[in-house]
């Protein structure tokens, strides 16, 4: 075994056995047919159609590799409560709600990623009873609890790993082309500050998630390694 080897090995081992970050995204308008966000109320869900597909992509951390693509439904299922509002200019305020909810993956096999988001928040710009045409969801850890569970195969070279995220973990939302059936804009009752109307929007996701390999994924990591650098000898 060349000098230099082991020590190589046994970092490779120690880095898989830690937790790496994975990044998942979609990207506005996957489904071209139709809108990603509907809601009423208080209630922030996906645009409920019977399936509502997008093209999930996970990729390696910024690294070389190319993303993985996974055709899935997307599904999501938030309650919004209204914090406050600020006029910023003129006749423009922010409205802040705070967020809890869930939302998830489902492929042709099953339920492939979900993640719980408690303590997250929903801001929207707009007028001072109304939202205008966007508006965004974020979620994180410290403070507030963003929590992966992956439910397909393990992909170890994009750091993703059947089971839950350790943290720190992160989701973000943005919602474009916001509108009701009366046209672009969500007018929002003046007590609760919450849509009194159904409305829809495209959406567009990114987040963060850290997982912890098991042992045995450890394991065949670092004999990955092992063979790379005898290939390299």
């Known amino acids: 075994m060349r000098k230099g080897m082991i020590p190589a090995i046994l970092g490779m081992a120690a880095v898989a056995g830690t937790a790496q970050a994975a990044l998942f995204s979609f990207a506005s308008d996957t ?10 109320g208080n209630a ?4 409920q159609d019977p399936f509502d597909p997008v093209v999930l992509l996970v990729d390696d951390d ?23 509002s600020t006029q910023i200019a003129p006749g423009i305020f922010t409205h802040s709600y705070a967020l809890d909810g869930t939302f998830s993956f489902t492929g042709a096999t099953g339920l492939l990623l979900r993640v719980d988001i408690e303590g997250g928040a929903m801001v929207a710009l707009g007028g001072q009873n109304a939202w205008g045409s966007t508006d965004t969801i974020l979620g994180s850890d ?13 992909l170890p070279l994009y750091n993703v790993f059947n ?26 009752d003046p007590t609760t500050r919450v849509p009194t109307a159904a409305w829809r929007s495209e959406g567009s996701f990114s987040g ?20 790379a650098l005898r290939r390299r000898r």
């Open 31 to 40: 489904n071209q047919t139709d809108f990603t966000f509907g809601g009423l």
């Open 44 to 47: 922030v869900t996906d645009a």
């Open 62 to 84: 910024n690294g070389p590799l190319q993303p993985l693509e996974f055709d899935v439904e997307f599904d999501a299922d938030f309650t919004i409560s209204h914090q406050g």
């Open 142 to 154: 410290d403070p507030g609890t963003v929590t992966y569970n992956w439910f397909g195969g393990d």
């Open 208 to 227: 963060t998630a850290f997982f912890v390999p098991a042992p045995g994924s450890s394991a065949l990591l670092a004999l990955a390694g092992m063979a």
């Open 163 to 188: 089971g839950e995220s350790v943290g720190i973990d992160d989701a973000a939302f943005t919602l474009t082309f916001l509108q009701t059936a009366l046209g672009a804009g969500v007018g929002l």
